[in-house]
């Protein structure tokens, strides 16, 4: 554990970097925000398992890397398993006295959504089961960005991406959003939260009581990416925020089973400023957005139902 | 360098040697704090993909005789030029400025 208990604003953040410059990440990318975040809440004390995203390819091409903590990559399919290996193996040196009992060394998971949508979920689902002490960072850019701009899982309805082409006969993907924050909700763990990138402080404070709960825990990051999503690099904060205005993405967390929302919307905007500044959506009709719009007012009906109030608000603009 | 002089299993030994990767050269705006308008909020600081914006312990005294404890320096050896401090600033205190060689 680092010696942050308590973060109440950006001046509690610690100044150390633990996430070196000079990764390849695209100009822009707010996944090297995330993980500046993260490492910032877990302190020197973390054992990082990388699943293959992104983040991979692009902070350790050797002979370089940009971390400044044990780090380990690993396959698409197979990075919770590893993780809750080194787990298992820390309980047992701490037990055998080959290690400080009393050191609480973090073991923190970053996987991508193709690695956890689609790929890792068997692996993960079997960690969440057995219960091991490890934080899943979900950094979610909603397709196969590694690759170049694959649909996966997590591609939004009617978002276009290489393999699912809008014209006459598709238009962009056809499926909705997989819930996968819920997915990992319904298996009781002890802290499950979805975060976003244009909120850092409500992140952090997620990464500190997701790495504080004795179990398992699940963070979801939404993370804006300039390449796939076809916006000009600067917007990438703008995105996240906009997001959240829109209630296309809202931030929660369920501790203990208990359900609250975070990050409070009084007043809704329409999606269509989401959309419209996003590439991936350019070619989409006023029907389809509607289509999506409804899709939104029907979640926002389920969260306000699950808070028990109104905490995402009307429509407006 | 060849196979022999490699760790084994590839580990890398040097935490952090992307530094001496310069990713300063993708650039093609720079930006530049304007510290007479700069109220140290912290949020470029926050919101920077590279970390390479710097918390420096100089005291600024600006024109109007207001004096910071801190002054924020952009790394420009590893800036990517992506803009992001420049849009969030609240003060409009980061011009993005066209590189010239």
């Known amino acids: 554990m680092s010696s942050i208990y308590r973060i109440r604003g ?61 780090w380990i990559h690993v396959a698409f399919e197979n990075a919770a ?39 890792g979920l068997q692996a993960l689902s079997g960690m969440l089961e057995r219960g091991h002490r490890v934080m899943y960072v979900l950094y979610d850019n909603e397709a196969y960005m590694n690759t170049g701009i694959q649909r996966s899982g997590s591609t ?51 990464f500190l009581k997701g790495l504080q709960v004795e179990g398992p825990s699940f963070i979801h990051v939404l993370q804006p990416c300039p390449t796939g999503w076809r916006f000009d690099p600067r917007y990438g ?29 009084p007043k809704r905007k329409h999606v269509k400023h989401y959309l419209r500044i996003q590439g991936r959506f350019r070619d989409l009709s006023e029907e389809e957005i509607e289509e999506i719009q409804e899709l939104i007012n029907k979640e926002v009906e389920r969260i306000n139902r699950m808070a028990g109030e109104e905490v995402i608000g009307p429509l407006a603009e | ?20 990767r310069k990713t300063g050269d993708w650039r093609v705006l720079r930006p530049v704090i304007d510290q007479e308008r700069c109220v140290r909020c912290y949020i470029c600081w926050m919101y920077c993909p590279d970390g390479v914006i710097e918390i420096r312990d100089t005291p600024y005294r600006t024109k109007a005789g207001r004096i910071w404890n801190i002054t924020f320096e952009i790394d420009y ?25």
């Open chain 1, 237 to 265: 904060i703008e995105v996240g925020r906009l997001a959240v205005e829109t209630a296309m993405w809202i931030n929660w967390e369920i501790t203990m089973g208990d359900f609250k929302v975070t990050v409070r919307v």
């Open chain 2, 77 to 101: 050896d590893y800036c990517k030029g992506c803009g992001i401090c420049a849009q969030e600033c609240p003060v409009k205190a980061i011009e993005l400025v066209e590189e010239v060689k």
């Open chain 1, 156 to 206: 939004p309805l009617h978002a276009w991406t290489t393999t699912t082409p809008v014209g006459k006969v598709l238009r962009g993907k056809m499926q909705p959003k997989k819930p996968i924050a819920e997915i990992v909700a319904a298996h009781r763990i002890p802290y499950v939260a979805t975060a976003n990138i244009a909120y850092p402080i409500d992140m952090d404070q997620k």
């Open chain 1, 81 to 119: 398993a590893v993780a809750s290996g080194i787990e298992t193996a820390l309980r047992v040196m701490a037990r055998k006295g080959l290690i400080d009992p009393n050191k609480r060394i973090n073991i923190v998971v970053l996987a991508g959504d193709g690695g956890t949508y689609d790929i």
């Open chain 1, 10 to 70: 950006v001046r509690d953040l610690p100044r150390e970097e633990l996430f070196a410059p000079g990764h390849g990440l695209c100009a822009g990318c707010t996944a090297g925000t995330v993980i500046r975040h993260l490492l910032k809440i877990s302190g020197r004390n973390t054992i990082v398992v990388n699943a293959t995203n992104c983040v991979e390819v692009s902070t350790t091409m050797y002979p370089y890397t940009s971390w400044r903590v044990p």
């Open chain 2, 1 to 20: 360098m060849s196979w022999r002089e490699l760790p084994i299993g590839g580990i890398i030994l040097e935490a952090g040697n992307s530094v001496k």
